[in-house]
Structure formats: structure tokens, C-alpha cells
């Protein structure tokens, strides 16, 4: 079956620090990959995106790129600040209209 | 544009009693999801609706608990009677039925049941 596995959190860096983290999955057919970020008391609200093999979505400074080869969409931002502290959560649709979220990285990160 | 509206946002209540979340989707979407999140479980999908019908329910976790989509602007999740596991948020989403679509999530309904 379809499935989404992160890395486990929490992650805790210090400000203006390189992020990873690490996102494979398993699906059939071609599926449309997600992250999803959850500030507290909030619900989740996308990040980025990719529809494709290849394509880099982008937003905020971070990124992640759809490879099909690894099956893997690693977030990735160059310098976070404290105000990314939140729960990150890696997905992806594939056929119908539900969507597989992972089981979400807590992010702290320290002025 | 007014996102997915969830209501009430707390909502405290006895063991036993009947629990009422409602959501508003987002006007023109067409699918809708409850999922459930807590600390041990993380995020879990409890029912989606397209076009107003049940498409999956299989993560309802058991016979108290019911949801409705009675028109493409109105869906509620009931859980009767209610007990203390049930304590959790309740988010609702909504896409556009089309493959690779963003959902979008409302701000939670924090329920706590005593």
C-alpha cells in the first residue's frame, strides 16, 4: 500500500543552521508529494509541492525535489530562524482524493 | 477568502454526553476530511466525503462516532456518548476533487472530555 515515512523528531538547531529532513515513500502509479507545516495551536497548511519526477517546489527558503529514482522529497532550507519552529509533515496523493501524511518532525529551533 | 471555518474552537464536556464539531469547507471545494490528532497517534484520517457522500470511512474509529455532509457547505462529526480517549483536535479540510490537489485545513476544534 501507499505509505510516507520521515525521520523522527525532534530535530532542535540552532538559528541560521542547514535543515534536512528526510522523506521517502512507497506508492503505486505516480503520486503528488506534500509538505505540510503545523505552527502550534494551528492546523497544517502547505508548504510546497510536487506533481512530477524532477520538479523542486519552493516556498519560504526551503525546498524538496521529487526523486523518483530514491523515492524521496527531502525538506531542505539553508538558514532557519526560530520562527520555523513547528511540526513538519511529508505527504502524498496518489490517484484519489485522500491524502498519506507521514508522522510529522518536530522542529525547535534556538535563537 | 474566508478559509475552512471550524466551530466550536474548545469545547469541554462530561463522559457520556453527546459531542457536536462543525465545519464549513471552503465554497467550491468539493472534498471534504476529518482527521483526528493527538499526541500518541499523530494524524489520523477518520472519514472524507465527495460530493456530499461517505467515500471512506474505515478510520471511524467505532459506532459513537457519526459525521454528515448534508450540502457541499456544511459537515458535522458527532460522537455519542463521548469518553475521555476521545480527547484530541478535530480538524477539517477540504480540496478540490482533482488528483495531486492541496487541502486545506481549518484551525482544529480542541475537544476535552472528562
Redesign the interface.
Known amino acids: 500500500g501507499n505509505s510516507v515515512t520521515q525521520m523522527e523528531g525532534p530535530v532542535t538547531l540552532s538559528e541560521e543552521a542547514f535543515l534536512t529532513i528526510n522523506c521517502t515513500y512507497t506508492a503505486t502509479g505516480y503520486?503528488?508529494l506534500?509538505w505540510y507545516v503545523q505552527y502550534p495551536g494551528?492546523?497544517?497548511?502547505?508548504l510546497l509541492?510536487a506533481?512530477k519526477a524532477d520538479d523542486k517546489g519552493s516556498n519560504k527558503g526551503f525546498e524538496a525535489t521529487y526523486r523518483k529514482e530514491t523515492t524521496s522529497f527531502h525538506l531542505e532550507k539553508g538558514s532557519v530562524q526560530v520562527s520555523d519552529s513547528a511540526v513538519y509533515?511529508c505527504a502524498l496523493?496518489?490517484?484519489?482524493?485522500?491524502?498519506i501524511?507521514g508522522?510529522?518532525t518536530r522542529l525547535f529551533v534556538k535563537a | 477568502d474566508a478559509g475552512v471555518i471550524q466551530s466550536p474552537r474548545h469545547e469541554v464536556t462530561e463522559m457520556g454526553q453527546e459531542v457536536t464539531l462543525r465545519c464549513k469547507p471552503i465554497s467550491g471545494h468539493n472534498s471534504l476530511f476529518w482527521y483526528r490528532q493527538t499526541m500518541m497517534r499523530g494524524l489520523e484520517l477518520l472519514i472524507y466525503f465527495n460530493n456530499n457522500v461517505p467515500i471512506d470511512d474505515s478510520g471511524m474509529p467505532e459506532d459513537r462516532f457519526s459525521a454528515k455532509m448534508p450540502n457541499a457547505s456544511f459537515s458535522t462529526l458527532k460522537i455519542q456518548p463521548s469518553e475521555p480517549r476521545d480527547s484530541a483536535v478535530y480538524f477539517c479540510a477540504s480540496s478540490l476533487a482533482v488528483a495531486g490537489e492541496t487541502q486545506y485545513f481549518g484551525p482544529g476544534t480542541r475537544l476535552l472530555v472528562l
Do not use: I
Open positions: 503520486p503528488s506534500f494551528e492546523g497544517l497548511q502547505l509541492k506533481t509533515f496523493v496518489t490517484g484519489g482524493f485522500k491524502t501524511f508522522a510529522g
